[in-house]
């Protein structure tokens, strides 16, 4: 299973940014798609997540300007970001909690991760 993610870039304060995550290869099904992401000197942490059961959740600190979604049938999770800080720059890794086949369990992979940078 590989996941591809796109989408990031440089952006204003106040701007926005929409990121994509592709997943590909030997997949049965997906549970939950998310991101995380994380910032020079901080731990990793996480930013949104898109159960299988279509709930979401979000970090306090984005909530009201991040909108996680998935599309099932292209294995792909999205997440529009709003309203940009200063303090969203990041490093925003894609995951997803899979089962390959029918007789495996679950396992979380991850994506490469794309630069996010909200300055003037």
């Known amino acids: 299973v590989q996941l591809q993610a796109s989408g990031g870039g440089l952006v204003q304060p106040g701007g926005s940014l929409r990121l994509s995550c592709a997943a590909t290869g030997r997949i049965f099904s997906i549970i939950d798609m998310g991101w995380y992401r994380q910032a020079p000197g901080k731990q990793r942490e996480l930013v949104a997540v898109?159960?299988?059961?279509?709930?979401?959740n979000y970090a306090d600190s984005v909530k009201g300007r991040f909108t996680i979604s998935r599309d099932n049938a292209k294995k792909t999770v999205y997440l529009q970001m709003n309203s940009l800080k200063p303090e969203d720059t990041a490093v925003y890794f894609c995951y997803a909690n899979v089962r390959a086949d029918f007789h495996s369990g679950p396992r979380d992979y991850w994506g490469q991760g794309t630069q996010v940078t909200v300055s003037s």
């Open positions: 898109s159960t299988s059961g279509g709930s979401t």
